[in-house]
Each structure stands twice: as structure tokens, then as C-alpha cells.
């Protein structure tokens, strides 16, 4: 595993990770969550998924604005009218979150880019263990390496996902299985059109 070599080979690199407010992977997770109790049908009412949709709209807002104050070269005023006129949030509001992205480049992009990534890897989970694959464990792999840079967590989610994609002896006997259950399936269907069963 990436971590446990990372912690043999060099136990202050990996302290200074873990130890680190790794806003890319805290943050990303908690978007992450946020976005799995859309899937799971959490918001029961409607205007639970528009305070779940305005905040999107608010991530959004902060991915533009952190991206044209630092590389388009922004001033204060665009940021803070960019934001008033897409977003919920009052002038004050506006203005302290602008402040906070002028003193930290790249913050507001870390929450989002998190968050993709993660789906990354579970859609990459999802599609190499097939069957095999379980949201419980997926999230487990995720959360015990800790706030770790991306790539340590892409490493040991790959690792995790080798050590137990299902062998191919397994998987072509599922394929005999599938074939056999759908010729069992049209013709059984073929008798029914025969003998216009139904």
C-alpha cells in the first residue's frame, strides 16, 4: 500500500500529510457526502434539494471568481459583483467570502476538485469489480488513508480495487451462466409466441 510505504520510508512526510488540513481531500469528501444523500434520496422535500442546488450554484460561483481573481487577474469588485448577481448570498456575505479567496488561491477549487475525483475512483471501482464492488468498502479505502494528497488516495483506491477485481475463471463461468439464463429466456418466450401462451 502507498501509505504504509510512505510511512516506512519517511514517517515526517507522511505525519506532515496527515497531520496537514488537506482542504482537496476534507473538503472533497464532505462534498462527496453531500452529494451521495442526493443518491440515496436523503432530501425528503423539495426545498432541501434547492438548499442543496443554490449552494452547488455557490460552489460554482467560487470556482469562477478564485479562478478570475488569481489567473485573470480580478479585482475585488468584479469578484464581489460576480457573486452577488449568481448566487443567494447577501453583500456581506459576498464580500468576506471574496476576501477569504483573494488570501488563499486555489481554496475554493480544492473542495470541488476533491469531489470529483472521488467519483473518479468509485465510478473506476464501480466498472473494474463489477459485481464484486461495494459502496461500503469503496468508502472505507477512502476514509482510512486519511486527508492524504490526491494521488496517494488514487494510489491506494487502485491498490484496493487489483486486490479484489474477480479472477477470470470466476468471470467466464458468470458469462456461461448469463448465456445460459438468456437462451433459457428466449426460448422460453419462443414457446410462448408458439403456442400463444398469454
Not at 84 to 101: I, L, P, S, W
Not at 156 to 161: C, E, L, N, V
Request: charged share 20%; net charge positive.
Amino acid at each position: 500500500m502507498c501509505v504504509k510505504r510512505l510511512a516506512s520510508t519517511n514517517t515526517h512526510i507522511y505525519k506532515t500529510y496527515i497531520t496537514k488540513n488537506l482542504n482537496v481531500f476534507q473538503q472533497g469528501w464532505a462534498l462527496y457526502a453531500e452529494f451521495l444523500g442526493e443518491e440515496l434520496a436523503l432530501f425528503d422535500r423539495p426545498y432541501e434539494l434547492f438548499g442543496r442546488y443554490a449552494f452547488e450554484i455557490f460552489r460554482a460561483g467560487r470556482l469562477v471568481v478564485d479562478t478570475g481573481i488569481h489567473a485573470m487577474g480580478w479585482s475585488r469588485d468584479q469578484a464581489v459583483d460576480y457573486l452577488r448577481n449568481y448566487t443567494f448570498m447577501t453583500r456581506d456575505q459576498v464580500e468576506k467570502e471574496v476576501d477569504r479567496y483573494v488570501t488563499w488561491p486555489g481554496q475554493a477549487c480544492a473542495y470541488k476538485i476533491g469531489e470529483l475525483k472521488m467519483k473518479e475512483l468509485r465510478t473506476r471501482a464501480m466498472n473494474k469489480l463489477g459485481w464484486k464492488y461495494s459502496p461500503q468498502e469503496f468508502h472505507t479505502n477512502v476514509l482510512q488513508i486519511g486527508p492524504v494528497p490526491l494521488r496517494l488516495l488514487e494510489e491506494h483506491i487502485d491498490h484496493w480495487i487489483a486486490s479484489n477485481v474477480p479472477s477470470v475463471a470466476y468471470s467466464k463461468h458468470l458469462d456461461d451462466f448469463n448465456f445460459v439464463v438468456i437462451l433459457i429466456v428466449i426460448l422460453f418466450r419462443a414457446l410462448i409466441m408458439h403456442f400463444n401462451i398469454l
